[in-house]
């Protein structure tokens, strides 16, 4: 059995020794597709951020209206783009090197941000700014409106925490790797 190191230093053999098929360069280059896709990312809910606080804060109607109508355009499907893009050049970096998805506490913890904040997008923010929008219209038109739109401020704050975190566990590899339960026979 051949064996091959780990980022961490231990000599592998078997199945787990399996050489990273992605070259050096196309390592750099999905790498660098994924801080960009990650980068994007956090600038758009920046400025879901920024629309959502000025609608909230503002004293002006008008302010408010097209604050509201503009995350209709913006928010949902650059969130949804980035968060895809993230998510594949993620798993390709995962399965064509040594990390892995589930290898490493801190790879499989990243995955599962980016799957849940992926879903969110798509199933949970989609329906409230959609609701949003609703409300900038009849604002925009001069009449009230009955919708509740005070749980917007969540999503920007909840995402950036979480892909701040998701930077952190990154740069710092925190926990190491995770360990197979290993079966022990009686005989």
């Not at 053999?13 to 597709?33: E, F």
């Not at 050049?89 to 040594?98: F, H």
Request: glycine share 10%.
């Amino acid at each position: 059995m051949v064996g091959t190191t780990l980022p961490e230093g231990p000599v592998v053999a078997g199945p787990a020794a399996s050489k990273p098929w992605l070259s050096r360069r196309a390592r750099r280059a999905v790498l660098t597709v994924h801080i960009l896709g990650a980068g994007a990312w956090v600038g758009i809910d920046v400025v879901l951020g920024v629309l959502v606080f000025t609608a909230v804060f503002t004293g002006s109607t008008r302010t408010e209206a097209l604050c509201y109508q503009a995350l209709e355009l913006f928010a949902v499907w650059p969130l949804l783009t980035a968060g895809l893009v993230t998510l594949v050049s993620g798993v390709v970096l995962g399965l064509g090197t040594n990390y892995g998805l589930v290898k490493y506490w801190w790879v499989a913890v990243k995955l599962a941000l980016n799957l849940l904040l992926v879903t969110l997008v798509a199933f949970a923010l989609r329906p409230g700014v959609a609701e949003a929008a609703r409300h900038g219209e009849a604002l925009a038109a001069g009449g009230p409106s009955d919708a509740s739109v005070s749980d917007m401020v969540f999503p920007p704050i909840v995402s950036t925490v979480a892909l701040v975190a998701a930077t952190i566990l990154a740069v710092y590899k925190p926990w190491g790797r995770i360990r197979r339960k290993t079966s022990r026979s009686d005989s």
